[in-house]
């Protein structure tokens, strides 16, 4: 099957830093992944749509500054969380959507848990 | 606004029973339907996908859709307790560059050894 990483799995980061969390997709090519937030016991929250070469798309809400996606190619695109602070918090997890076929099957990154302290 | 609705659960079942998981959503051009599992803090994974009116069948789970109810459901036959997670429909209105996927709030599952 489609197998989608994503690194780091954990990070502990202290408030203002910034924080960048790279999702690859191994045995396939993703024209578009996705980034989701999601808070204990809530479902997940998608945060914007990343499309190789060209900028992402923010759901309403999200913060484009703050969180600032890069899709330099068909495999890999990242989330960088800006000066990040305590609120920010959560687990985050990629999805990639494979290419040809039903090509609107997304498969989940194993998911970053961000500490801010 | 596109809404998916999951049963409020929790549902419990008892071992080797058959657990009965819904979906309704309100998009009625969606075109393609999922349900992902996810254990508690990971993320989710795939199950089943299904686009066609009917059922489908893969090993102990079968996934049925009725598009003119707009209706979706997941069966697990012979439940184990492994299967306890977290299951999440998820319909996507349309194909194509732009679309993506609309998430059920998610019914925990737990089956009782």
């Known amino acids: 099957g489609a197998v989608v990483s994503q690194h780091p799995s954990r990070v502990i980061c202290k408030s203002g830093t910034s924080v960048k969390i790279e999702c690859r997709s191994l045995?396939?090519?993703?024209?578009?992944m996705f980034w989701y937030r999601q808070f204990p016991k809530q479902s997940l929250m998608l945060m914007a749509t990343?499309?190789?070469?060209?900028?992402?798309?923010?759901e309403q809400g999200v913060e484009k500054d703050k969180f600032l996606i890069n899709h330099a190619s068909l495999t890999l695109s990242t989330l960088t969380v800006t000066s990040a602070h305590p609120e920010d918090s959560s687990f985050y997890i990629c999805?990639?959507?494979?290419?040809?076929?039903?090509?609107?099957?997304?498969?989940f990154g194993p998911g970053t848990r961000l500490t801010v302290l | 606004q596109k809404e998916v609705e999951q049963n409020s659960g929790p549902l419990s079942v008892p071992e080797g029973a058959i657990a009965s998981l819904n979906c309704t959503y309100s998009?009625?051009?969606?075109?393609?339907f999922f349900w992902y599992r996810q254990y508690s803090g990971k993320s989710p994974e795939l199950i089943m996908s299904?686009?066609?009116?009917g059922d489908k069948e893969d090993g102990r789970f079968t996934a049925q859709l009725n598009k003119a109810s707009q209706y979706v459901s997941l069966l697990i036959r012979d439940s184990q307790p492994s299967d306890s997670a977290t299951y999440l429909c998820a319909v996507n209105g349309y194909t194509g560059a732009n679309s993506k996927l609309t998430f059920g709030k998610g019914i925990t599952l737990s089956v009782r050894p």
């Open positions: 045995d396939f090519q993703a024209t578009t």
């Open positions: 990343s499309n190789e070469g060209s900028k992402a798309t923010y």
């Open positions: 299904i686009y066609s009116n």
């Open positions: 999805s990639a959507r494979a290419t040809g076929g039903h090509s609107d099957t997304q498969y």
């Open positions: 998009d009625r051009v969606s075109q393609s």
